[in-house]
């Protein structure tokens, strides 16, 4: 517990059950999401557009792409703590990091509410 | 004193590339778990061209079509296959690393049997899902 560093994770268990429980959640949208493409009607732009003009569609979607965002960004940030060691460089790659994973989740919102 | 002048001492690392290609051989649950890694960090990046394509098939029927035609090109198709093998391998990877870390199997050949599961799976949703898109 000496050699706690600014670009560590937070030595605490918040992020590893956070990364587990959005797991779940996103495994959930996709057996839904797979079952509604495989079994629904072929799809064509209407049935496309249909599908994702749903609230609940909508919605289940967007905390979806809220748990990709929050996975993505554990999940990335542990492969930065693997292999690079500068503390400048990977500080500057987790901003990076941590933009583009927000800057998915806006354009999603934009997506999903245009 | 002796334990500790020998722990100090500096001992020959045998890591090189040769080794890590061709001579250190990895599990099959070290291959689940490195094949983890790789499509999770191939889905990062993956996720502007995924959103791409979601924004233009939304935009408009012509623009729906322009994407249905896009997804048709051989290159494209193979993209697409390679980020579907890791949303799948990932997917199923995921499911066997939260069986371990609630203490299931744990034991040797459950372990190695698990692994195997996980990479015959993710290939075979893979064809399942390759072969419905096209």
């Given at each position: 517990m000496v050699s706690r560093i600014v670009v560590g994770?937070?030595?605490?268990?918040?992020?590893?059950?956070?990364q587990r429980v959005t797991a779940v959640i996103?495994?959930?949208?996709?057996?839904i999401l797979a079952a509604v493409l495989l079994l629904g009607a072929?799809?064509?732009?209407?049935?496309?557009?249909?599908?994702?003009a749903q609230g609940w569609m909508r919605v289940a979607t967007l905390l979806f792409a809220v748990s990709v965002a929050w996975h993505m960004w554990i999940g990335v940030r542990d492969i930065l703590m693997d292999y690079v060691k500068p503390v400048a460089l990977r500080l500057a790659l987790q901003v990076f990091?941590?933009?583009?994973?927000?800057?998915y989740l806006g354009w999603t919102v934009q997506i999903l509410w245009r | 004193m002796m334990s500790l002048a020998a722990a100090n001492k500096k001992r020959p690392?045998?890591?090189?590339?040769t080794a890590l290609l061709f001579e250190?051989?990895?599990?099959?649950?070290?291959?689940?778990?490195?094949l983890h890694r790789i499509s999770g960090a191939l889905m990062f990046v993956a996720t502007l061209w995924l959103l791409f394509m979601l924004d233009r098939s939304l935009a408009s029927a012509r623009e729906f079509e322009f994407v249905r035609h896009y997804l048709g090109l051989v290159p494209v198709k193979l993209a697409l296959l390679?980020?579907?093998?890791?949303?799948?391998?990932?997917?199923?990877?995921?499911?066997?690393f939260l069986l371990l870390e609630t203490q299931r199997g744990w034991d040797k050949p459950t372990a190695r049997l698990t692994s195997i599961i996980v990479l015959v799976a993710g290939l075979a949703l893979t064809a399942l899902f390759g072969a419905k898109l096209w």
């Open positions: 994770a937070h030595y605490g268990w918040r992020d590893w059950l956070a996103m495994a959930a949208y996709t057996v072929p799809i064509n732009y209407g049935v496309w557009r249909d599908l994702f990091v941590i933009l583009t994973v927000a800057g | 690392k045998y890591l090189n590339l250190i051989r990895l599990p099959l649950a070290g291959w689940v778990s490195i390679v980020l579907i093998w890791a949303y799948c391998h990932h997917f199923c990877a995921g499911i066997r």
